[in-house]
Each structure stands twice: as structure tokens, then as C-alpha cells.
């Protein structure tokens, strides 16, 4: 099972919206609703951001939002601040005998 | 509150074991699948295993397979991952996690070092 495909990386200036992409295939982001969005400081455990393709849990910020649309699920942050400059990764579950997939990882830059 | 704590890292020899331990508390642990999780140093997230709620069903990632066996014991609500054969490339941080499908809570992570 290969990694899921994201940027290497992404920035914004405060207060911009920034998007990163999760590109799977059909036995993975495409077959399930089960896409999950990870934010991660140095250092630090990640942190469950977006779950289920589009749902935020308790205490998330509302700046915070999913999607997904074919083999490619997004996570878009708007009103980006300095606190979310971090690494951030998308996971899914798959068909595949591994049945547990994270992408590659995106590090956020705030300008 | 949801609590998970893993144990048992260290500096191991190439060709060694190690068994990681996963203390957890605040939750019912008997009812979730549960998952080990590694990532080497400035390197992503790599899913290494995950064992269902009951025990039942166990799967690996290709690099851990023959090698690693993830167990968990729902009487002391603690996860297992028995480390067998090491090498250099299993130097991670690994992380145990919490429900099948949604990976919604993460442990702080214990440190593996294989180094001669």
C-alpha cells in the first residue's frame, strides 16, 4: 500500500486560506468515507483535525474544513494564524490487506 | 479523559527485541480497535499495525511483517507490540492509537533506537 500523495509543503500570510491536497485511489480516499486530517507540532503527538471526510471533532476550530471529491480529499484552513504552522497529514482507511494508509505529510509555512 | 502511555522504548542492538507496552484509561478499552504507529526521526507518519477490539483480527504493514505481533490484553487495558529481528530502519518514535477507522486519540510516543 503506497502513501497517500500530498505537497511538500504549503504557506500563507495570516488571515489567507490555504488548501492541501490527499490524492489516493479508488481503494482509498475514493472507496471510503473514512479520510481523516492529522495537525502535528514539533515534537508533539498529532492531533485529530478532521475525521470522516468532513467532520470537525469537539474543540477544533470552525477554520478548519474537509472535502473530498473523487480519488482526492482536501483540507482547507482559512484565516490562517502563526499557531497553525505545523506538519499536517491525511489518512484513510483501504481495502488492502494494510488497511490503515497516512499521506506524506505537507508542512504549513505562516509568511 | 482519554489517556494512552506508551512504554518500553530504548537503545537496542540490530537482530534484538523490544515489547512496547500501551497503559490506557479514561475509555472503555475492551470496544476499540487499537493501532501501533511509528515515525522515524524527521520522517512522516507510518501505520505499523492494528488489531481489532476483540483481538480477532491483526494486520501489518509489509516492512513489520514476520517480525512485529501486536497483542493486547483487555483485562489491564493495555496494548502490546512485540518487536522481534530490529533493524537500523525500525528507528522511529511509536505511537499506539486509539479506534479502527478514525484514528482519534495518540499516546505521547516512546522512542525505539536500533544502533549497535
Known amino acids: 500500500q503506497s502513501a497517500l500523495t500530498q505537497p511538500a509543503s504549503v504557506s500563507g500570510s495570516p488571515g489567507q486560506s490555504i488548501t492541501i491536497s490527499c490524492t489516493g485511489t479508488s481503494s482509498d480516499v475514493g472507496g471510503y468515507n473514512y479520510v481523516s486530517w492529522y495537525q502535528q507540532h514539533p515534537g508533539k503527538a498529532p492531533k485529530l483535525m478532521i475525521y470522516d471526510v468532513s467532520n470537525r471533532p469537539s474543540g477544533v476550530s470552525t477554520r478548519f474544513s474537509g472535502s473530498k471529491s473523487g480519488n482526492t480529499a482536501s483540507l482547507t484552513i482559512s484565516g490562517l494564524q502563526a499557531e497553525d504552522e505545523a506538519d499536517y497529514y491525511c489518512?484513510?482507511?483501504?481495502?488492502?490487506?494494510?488497511?490503515?494508509?497516512f499521506g506524506t505529510g505537507t508542512k504549513v509555512t505562516v509568511l | 479523559q482519554v489517556q494512552l502511555v506508551e512504554s518500553g522504548g530504548g537503545v537496542v542492538q540490530p537482530g534484538r527485541s523490544l515489547r512496547l507496552s500501551c497503559a490506557t484509561s479514561?475509555?472503555?478499552?475492551?470496544?476499540?480497535?487499537m493501532h501501533w504507529v511509528r515515525q522515524a526521526p524527521g520522517k512522516g507518519l507510518e501505520w505499523v499495525a492494528v488489531i481489532w477490539y476483540d483481538g480477532s483480527n491483526k494486520f501489518y504493514a509489509d516492512s513489520v511483517k514476520g517480525r512485529f505481533t501486536i497483542s493486547r490484553d483487555n483485562s489491564k487495558n493495555t496494548l502490546y507490540l512485540q518487536m522481534n529481528s530490529l533493524r537500523a530502519e525500525d528507528t522511529a518514535v511509536y505511537y499506539c492509537a486509539r479506534r479502527l477507522h478514525t484514528i482519534d486519540y495518540w499516546g505521547q510516543g516512546t522512542l525505539v533506537t536500533v544502533s549497535s
Open positions: 479514561g475509555f472503555t478499552f475492551s470496544s476499540y480497535g
Open positions: 489518512s484513510s482507511y483501504t481495502s488492502s490487506n494494510t488497511p490503515y494508509v
